[in-house]
């Protein structure tokens, strides 16, 4: 694949889906109802329109050389908040998904779900599966592209400022990774994945123009903004953006800050063994602009031909319009294979480095190598080889890849069970960390584990550490030690001993309780909003540091609940439910801070489309698409 791609020269972009060839006809409404959410209820829920969706396939058969031409959204039977999942018997349908946005269930999480025809082409399966996510989600993906356009435009200058190069970069490599496929032989199999891909990017794209068309209809003035397929690559080269403007206009190192340290990365994850080593845990919270609140957990159920675990069942957490996690949290599975992946952004506080970022005619974008990894991956070594090939040098993280197939209940951890991946600009490096995991858990907090990476970053320079320091004191180069880092010392005390999902929820929202169980103020965050692995910069003790950035979610699972264990002999469900229990908004801390409020930012943040205040509960989240027609869902915990 790397001499593919290195060698493929930029060419004109493949022509995007005609919309002439969509047919289109009022998707079904219905009303769906709020939940009562007993003694922690969030406010109450707005009523939102639930909808389902099918893509449909005129001809059958399994050619897909130009689903685009093939492929339209056609109307679906009415439905009910809350109704069983569903497998349509009909044999013309190629995708089918639902939707429930995020203002209708208890976590304001939005939980979409799509599944495809085992008998349809692989090509047809992937565009249909873009096509009924675009159609179905469209309203959370204007408010969410209008809100990352303007937070990108107000710190960066990122929309005044193009002729630097970033969205010209993007499109470059659009470019080079569809000339590329064109060509590809059809047993190279990482090609042919991104040629899938890249059939769900566009159909993602006419879904969404299915939305604007349907609404057009309906009443002229749409609220939907027309979105091109520039606006969707925007959306999806989220993560890389950070990296591609620090390539093209870098800014000082390091930064002024502790707080815009903090910060500047993305994610707390924690892998974690019980102490009995009756069950594993996985919990990941993420930490952006807080303007980035708006998720979606989506769940697919396909049937490539191509692939490992994730070609059949993945669920993952993620954002309106994106197609990768982005934040990131898979789970996968199939009769192959299963995996649990989760990353945190790494610092990069020398800015040289980026002089090793790959052009974009010989690249992938870190969010293509995830879901192409994630999609053919039968292992934690593959899954980080398959990653590691046309590195970007684009949205470096720590991913910690648990194969969940190499788990048992009550026996010795089996080597391949725990790898660490390290990416930088010129520079991906993997290690079996399962040993660690002897001693009950790995974490992962911005900061690379592998000294190589490390001092590559920058970290481990005497300049940079001084520099740090007389800048934000020495309570902020503490945040460039991999041993001292507050978030360090935070799973030093509480990843060991965790025993169940309700303790592993505790520790991702920063929750840390007394000895009787009452929350308490974190001794170790030493009172600082910042210091906690769920941490909130809109609640710094130093008014002029206040922003509205920080941890904004909390997801979670086990390998019990991924696996889907059942029965009091603790027998693997047929279909593995891959559930998760999720939440979305910054952390009270168990009530001891105020619940954010998007409002109180209004000059300085975007906010369209979220709550008055974030204040929800924890929600389980699980496929409601399975075969033969399984009902799944979504439940309260």
């Known amino acids: ?39 922690d209820a969030p406010p109450p829920l707005v009523p939102y329109a639930y909808r389902r969706a099918v893509a449909l396939q005129p001809g059958g058969g399994d050619d897909d050389t130009d689903p685009a031409s093939r492929l339209r959204v056609v109307r679906a039977p009415d439905a009910p908040a809350g109704a069983p999942g569903f497998s349509p018997a009909d044999p013309g349908l190629v995708a ?6 995020a203002p209708s269930t208890r976590s304001y999480t939005g939980q979409l779900h799509v599944g495809t025809a085992a008998g349809a082409g692989d090509g047809a399966q992937m565009y249909g599966a873009g096509l009924v996510e675009g ?27 193009l002729a630097h190069g970033e969205m010209d970069w993007l499109e470059e490599q659009d470019r080079a990774a569809r000339a590329a496929v064109a060509g590809a032989d059809a047993g190279d199999e990482p ?26 209809e309906a009443d002229e003035k749409s609220s939907l903004p027309p979105l091109t397929a520039t606006d969707f690559l925007f959306l999806n080269g989220n993560g890389d953006l950070y990296d591609l403007i620090e390539c093209f206009r870098p800014s000082p190192s390091p930064p002024p800050t502790y707080a815009r340290l903090a910060t500047a990365g993305r994610c707390s994850a924690l892998v974690a063994v019980a102490p009995d080593v009756s069950d594993l845990f996985i919990g990941h919270a993420v930490w952006d602009s807080l303007s980035q609140a708006t998720k979606v957990y989506k769940h697919f159920t396909t049937w490539l031909r191509v ?21 990131d949290f898979y789970v996968t599975a199939s009769s192959r294979a299963s995996l649990a992946i989760v990353s945190t952004t790494l610092h990069i506080v020398n800015p040289a480095l980026y002089a090793d970022a790959s052009p974009a005619s010989g690249s992938l974008l870190c969010w293509q190598r995830a879901r192409l990894a994630t999609l053919l991956a039968r292992s934690g070594p593959h899954w980080a080889t398959l990653f590691a090939a046309n590195n970007s040098g684009t949205y470096n993280n720590e991913w910690l ?59 481990g320079s005497g300049d940079a550490v001084e520099a740090h320091t007389a800048r934000a004191g020495a309570a902020g180069a503490r945040w460039l030690s991999y041993q001292l880092a507050p978030r360090a010392s935070i799973f030093r005390r509480d990843g060991g001993g965790i025993s169940s999902l309700s303790r592993l929820r505790d520790v991702v929202r920063g929750v840390h309780r007394a000895p009787g169980g009452a ?81 109180d930012w209004g000059g300085v943040m975007p906010s369209r489309g979220m709550p008055p205040a974030f204040d929800f509960a924890w929600e389980r989240a699980e496929s409601r698409v399975r075969e033969g027609g399984e009902g799944g869902g979504v439940a309260a915990v």
């Open 519 to 599: 929350p308490t103020l974190d001794p170790l965050a030493r009172g600082d909003a910042l210091a906690s692995v769920c941490g909130r910069a809109d609640l710094e003790a130093d008014p002029a540091a206040r922003e509205p950035r920080g941890c904004f979610d909390g997801k979670v699972t086990s390998w019990k609940e991924a696996r889907g264990e059942r029965g009091a002999g603790g027998a693997l469900a047929t279909t593995p439910s891959l559930a998760a229990h999720v939440v979305t908004g910054p952390s009270t801390h168990g009530g001891l801070l105020p619940p954010f409020r998007p409002g």
């Open 191 to 216: 090609l042919q994945a991104l040629r899938l891909l890249l059939l769900q990017f566009d159909g993602l794209v006419a879904g969404y123009q299915a939305a604007v068309d349907e609404e057009k």
């Open 135 to 161: 159609f179905l989600s469209a309203r959370a993906i204007a408010d969410y592209f209008l809100n990352t356009r303007d937070y990108f435009a107000a710190p960066t200058g990122l929309n005044a400022s």
């Open 96 to 101: 089918w998904g639902e939707y429930v946005a």
């Open 401 to 459: 890849v648990v194969d969940l197939a190499k788990f048992e209940p009550g026996a010795e951890l089996a080597a391949g069970l725990l790898t660490v991946v390290d990416q930088i600009p010129g520079l991906v490096t993997a290690a079996d960390r399962t040993r660690s995991l002897e001693r009950g858990y790995w974490p992962s907090y911005n900061l690379p584990s592998d000294p190589r990476v490390y001092n590559a970053c920058g970290l």
């Open 307 to 327: 692939g490992g675990p994730g070609a059949q069942r993945s669920s993952f957490s993620s954002f309106p319009g994106e197609l990768s996690s982005d934040d």
């Open 1 to 39: 694949m790397k001499s593919a791609l290195a060698h493929t020269s930029a060419a004109h972009c493949l022509p995007l889906p005609g919309m002439r060839a969509l047919v289109l006809l009022l998707a079904a409404l219905a009303a769906a109802a709020a939940a009562d959410g007993g003694g």
